[in-house]
């Protein structure tokens, strides 16, 4: 391996650990953020928070978020972290195309970020 | 023991039951899905399939907080990864779409746990040993410059392996992911098991390396869990903090501990999901 893919493959392992860093940090304060929200408004009692589900309502999520609700709060930070790898392989992507020129590890990438999205959106 | 009725302690318990299973998770490269679900369940009382959706939601925690270790350290094979992700996606899209609604998941319990049970042979032929001795890169490993190196701090020092087996690896990566799609459950231990016994990589990259791969598993399978609204937020929020800072101290703990006692461990977690799958499928829970 000469120095020049060297260099290149610790720039995607630098970025892909910082993507995920930061992404699953800023999930669980979001999500803390979130449930001391719930605890303010008084909305934590433990039978609640053994059945109240995840609604798959994006405008209801971001009205909530607005209007100050825990649990809203709470599923922006859970879509947040189900979203980390998803960004960590888009980084990937992005990184063995334009940076390393790789180009059969910018489409192998490029065929896992499309199923992965897919199985997300389209699967249940 | 019955949980708390008061919701601040009711959060602690769920917070101190589940830590474990981030260390576990991040040691042995298997999410934590083995601890957290059985400790929701028994101990908790939350039903099976909202366990089973914190569980999946807060794999994801424990692969992203230790991936950034393992890949800043350079232990997980980035390409390795990439590759083997490609064919778990297609398995688990198969799997779940075409698959999931012809086969009974009783019976896809019961063969995945007598797999399970059987593939702890090949693991036990090699428990005690420390590096993978004799491995020579095969076409398709050099094609896709698979080959890499490691430090081990326990060795302290550089470690450099070659890789070999990829069709069998591929064919059980796929197998994994059709295991997820159909069953909804991580199949870490496959991945694990693909690059043990089939690619023959050093202990800790194979762990690192399944460990960086389940998120993204896990992630395509949470859309399930969430529309059908299996996930509980507020159950979520211990459980996926709690397993967070356990992987991260099972990080500190992985990476100074011998490739022969993560086998063991792993060996451990095996034989306990090989029987937790069994009992799934007898439907004893």
């Known amino acids: 391996m000469n120095p020049q893919t060297m260099a290149n493959q610790s720039t995607i392992q630098i970025a892909s650990a910082w993507v995920l860093r930061i992404g699953v940090l800023v999930s669980a304060l979001v999500m803390l953020i979130g449930i001391t929200f719930s605890f303010f408004h008084g909305g934590t009692a433990v039978s609640r928070m053994q059945s109240d589900g995840f609604d798959i309502n994006l405008p209801k999520m971001f009205a909530g978020i607005r209007a100050g609700r825990g649990k809203s709060i709470i599923e922006a930070g859970i879509l947040l972290l189900v979203l980390t790898p998803v960004m960590r392989v888009a980084t990937s992507m992005v990184l063995f195309a334009f940076v390393q020129r790789d180009w059969l590890y910018a489409g192998i990438t490029f065929l896992v970020l499309v199923m992965t999205l897919a199985g997300l959106v389209w699967l249940g | ?285």
């Open chain 2, 1 to 285: 023991m019955t949980p708390s009725s008061s919701p601040l302690l009711w959060l602690l318990e769920v917070a101190a039951a589940s830590l474990a299973g981030g260390v576990v998770g991040a040691i042995s490269g298997l999410g934590g899905g083995i601890v957290i679900v059985p400790v929701l369940t028994i101990f908790l009382k939350i039903p099976i399939d909202q366990a089973i959706g914190a569980s999946i939601v807060s794999v994801i925690a424990v692969s992203s907080g230790a991936g950034s270790v393992y890949v800043k350290d350079r232990i997980t094979n980035v390409r390795i990864a990439m590759f083997l992700e490609l064919a778990t996606a297609a398995g688990a899209i198969i799997g779940a779409a075409w698959i999931a609604p012809h086969v009974r998941p009783q019976l896809l319990f019961i063969l995945f746990g007598l797999i399970l049970l059987f593939s702890l042979l090949p693991i036990f032929a090699k428990l005690g040993e420390e590096l993978p001795q004799n491995v020579t890169s095969d076409r398709m490993a050099k094609f896709l410059r698979l080959g890499d190196s490691y430090f081990d701090k326990r060795l302290s020092r550089e470690v450099v392996y070659d890789v070999t087996g990829i069709p069998p690896a591929m064919a059980l990566m796929f197998a994994a992911g059709i295991i997820s799609g159909v069953l909804g459950i991580g199949a870490g231990v496959v991945k694990v098991l693909a690059h043990e016994i089939a690619m023959k990589v050093p202990t800790k990259v194979s762990t690192a390396t399944s460990n960086f791969m389940i998120g993204v598993t896990a992630a395509a399978a949470a859309g399930v869990y969430l529309k059908r609204g299996l996930v509980l937020p507020f159950l979520v929020v211990p459980v996926a903090t709690a397993v967070l800072i356990g992987a991260l101290l099972g990080t500190k703990i992985m990476e100074r501990m011998s490739n022969s006692m993560i086998r063991k461990i792993f060996a451990l977690a095996l034989g306990v999901i090989g029987i937790e799958m069994l009992m799934r499928g007898f439907g004893v829970f």
